[in-house]
């Protein structure tokens, strides 16, 4: 009977043996094999998207194509991979396909502000301002910390000379942003745009202070102090621009510099950096007529009259040679001989395009003043 028990229950037990083996594994084992498939496929997707990217670095766009697919058919979720290969295409100019890329990245990922950011820049190759500017804004507002996104946006509203709105755009962000050097260069083109030279010269200033090697920092803000009559600080930063600038003591930064030394009432030490330049450069027609400005207000006749026509010969289609010979004349007494200098200054200033009415007020606004001013200065 013992014997018949034993054997029964071995007939019973492997019956259940052989149904535990064939019910396959469980729900949880699944899913545990199925992570760990998906972590498989996410550590090998990540070192392919490195040599994506490192190809796609070094210009090899075709080869980084490849990559990136194979990546994104192993994780086809994670929003970078389509982020880069969308650069691809955009670098080999294939901007329909690059936006599709984009938007399924933002589709994967909705508030991924790279990928907003990057549709931008195809909205912008398109000319589609409206539409780029709507994705740099939405890149701002995803994510709040990159000064690139708002400075992307504010830039397309001054290309397309919507210069308030930009203005609108970037001040709220200042305080974020205050030790930005690109958001005050910004703001200081805003400025300038906006005539208001002002707050150019500030932002300008501050961007310097933040950030030296900022290119074109220097430059603008010369500009901008000249604009607004800062003289004194317009000529401390033009030398300063001399000694740290690339270029150097250039023609330009000196006709700058002369000109704020004219402005601050010290017409001879202008008139010195002026013939510098006529020295250097003798068929500079701005350097004799920046020459002829200054000898004017100094009295010296003999100088202007020399400078005058210099500049005659050099750019006979200008007027202001023809005001200045004309002013001499009228000096000397010889009323029909500067009326004739006059007169074709006039034509001069008409064909070139320029409104001549404002010769008639320099003749009788100077004459008599500088008259006074070179019989001061005779002996």
């Known amino acids: 009977m013992r014997k018949l028990t034993l054997l029964s229950s071995l007939i019973v037990s492997v019956p259940l043996v052989l149904l535990t ?42 080869k980084a194509l490849k990559e990136i697919d194979e990546a994104i058919y192993r994780t086809p979720l994670e929003p970078r991979y389509w982020v880069m290969r969308g650069r691809i295409h955009l670098e080999k100019g294939r901007l329909e396909q690059s936006l599709a890329d984009f938007n399924k990245a933002i589709e994967v990922n909705p508030n991924y502000a790279e990928a907003m950011y990057c549709a931008g820049i195809v909205h912008e190759r398109w000319s589609a301002d409206d539409k780029a500017i709507a994705s740099y804004s939405a890149a701002a ?17 001054i290309a397309s000379e919507r210069y308030e709105e930009a203005r609108m755009m970037l001040e709220p962000k200042l305080s974020y942003f205050e030790n930005s050097a690109p958001m005050h260069q910004l703001l200081g083109q805003v400025a300038m745009l906006r005539d208001d030279a002002t707050t150019a010269a500030v932002h300008y200033n501050r961007a310097i202070l933040i950030d030296p090697s900022q290119p074109m920092v220097l430059e603008n803000l ?10 004194s600080e317009c000529l401390q930063s033009v030398r300063r621009l001399q000694r ?3 270029g150097g003591r250039t023609t330009e930064l000196q006709r700058m510099e002369g000109r704020c030394l004219a402005m601050m009432g010290r017409s001879g030490e202008a008139r010195v950096v002026f013939s510098e330049i006529t020295r250097d450069h003798p068929a500079d027609p701005q350097a004799w007529l920046d020459v002829a ?4 207000d100094l ?15 050099i750019a006979p289609d200008r007027y202001e040679s023809y005001v200045f010979l004309g002013l001499i004349e009228e000096f000397k007494g010889n009323d029909a001989a500067a009326n004739e200098w006059f007169q074709k200054a006039i034509k001069a200033a008409r064909a070139s395009g320029d409104d001549p009415e404002f010769l008639l007020s320099l003749r009788n606004d100077h004459a008599g003043e500088q008259k006074s001013a070179a019989a001061r200065e005779q002996p």
């Open 21 to 62: 083996a064939c019910a396959g594994p469980t729900k949880a084992g699944k899913d545990a094999r199925a992570a760990a498939t998906d972590r498989m496929h996410r550590a090998t997707s990540i070192i392919v998207y490195d040599q994506a990217r490192q190809s796609f670095e070094s210009g090899q766009f075709d």
């Open 222 to 231: 010369v500009r901008a102090l000249f604009e607004s009559g800062q003289w």
């Open 141 to 157: 507002a995803a994510d709040p910390t990159k000064v690139a996104y708002v400075l992307a946006a504010a830039e397309v509203l």
């Open 299 to 313: 009295g010296d006749v003999p100088r202007v009259q020399t400078a005058a026509s210099r500049l005659l010969r």
């Open 293 to 296: 400005t200054v000898a004017w």
């Open 244 to 246: 740290e600038g690339k």
